[in-house]
């Protein structure tokens, strides 16, 4: 059991969420406002994506990164800010035309993934582990171990501390290969995504079978979406990892309730405070992750 927890809150993901719940953020100051509510009531990492103001779609833009991080820092300096780096993954299949990309879909290369990371050098940035069907339609997030190399080898030079989000069991695989090449810093960050249709379930036997091919020095969190985002809080603590909430993940508090970042950051604070662990602060975080040592 981990009795020392980090709390992750993911604050918007780029799904297409924005028509199925009355709140998501979606505008630069909406999303910084979302991130203070998250480390108010307890966060110490806040994971960000952006969107378009205009249509609510996830964005790459790097400005918009920027203003979300400045509008943060104007009255937060401690919280720990983790941007994305998977946007420009995505492939969507014509049925009828397959080998021609199909609309909605986004491929750019290495360079152009870490634009934003380049430009503003957040603490974290995610390094999605592997291509896998998304969902349960056409789309196809596309991570090749060439592009994740030149991600890994870059986001290390930058100083930036990569969270592996692992999918499914061969995604951390690879993400161990990543270790053992040399291109990740000690020590090595992985989150364990659950639940994503058609990535790895979330349940007890497949967090317990992932955490248990870690490297043994590595700092872990799991997650599972939707209605198993807080079953997967505890199970994450009781298998020794940290947590991750967030709307991203999850739109609802209980059945029919939904959710905010905040009250979701404080559902999970009092999961692990029952289970007898404590939440860390944010210099806490730093100081586990080793945030700057890279």
Known sequence: MNREVIVTCAVTGAGDTVDRHPAIPVTPQQIAEACLE???????????????????????????YAEVMERVRERNSDVI????????????????????????????NAATRLAHIEAL??????????????????????????????????????????????????????????VAEGLIADPPMFQLCLGIPWGAPADTATMQHMAQQLPPNAAWAGFGISRMQMPMVAQ????????????????????????????????????VRELGARVCTPAEARAKLRLGAN
């Open 38 to 64: 998250a480390a108010e009531a307890g966060a110490a990492i806040t994971h960000i994506h952006v969107r378009d103001p205009e249509t609510g779609k996830g964005s790459r833009d790097t400005a918009l």
């Open 81 to 108: 800010l983790n941007l994305t780096a998977g946007m420009g993954g995505d492939l969507v299949v014509d049925d009828e035309e397959p080998a021609v990309p199909g609309a909605g879909t986004d491929l750019v």
């Open 236 to 271: 994450a603590v009781l298998l020794g990892g940290h947590v991750r909430v967030g709307l991203e993940d999850n739109l609802y508090l209980e059945k029919g309730v939904y959710a905010s970042n905040g009250t979701l950051v404080e559902k999970a604070v009092r999961i």
């Open 121 to 178: 050098r957040p603490e974290i940035c995610t390094l999605d582990c592997g291509t896998m069907n998304f969902g349960d339609g056409n789309a196809v997030v596309v991570q090749t171990p060439n592009v994740l190399r030149a991600m890994a080898k870059r986001i290390r030079e930058l100083g930036v501390k990569p969270e592996m989000e692992v999918f499914d069991t061969g995604h951390l695989w690879f993400a161990k290969q990543l």
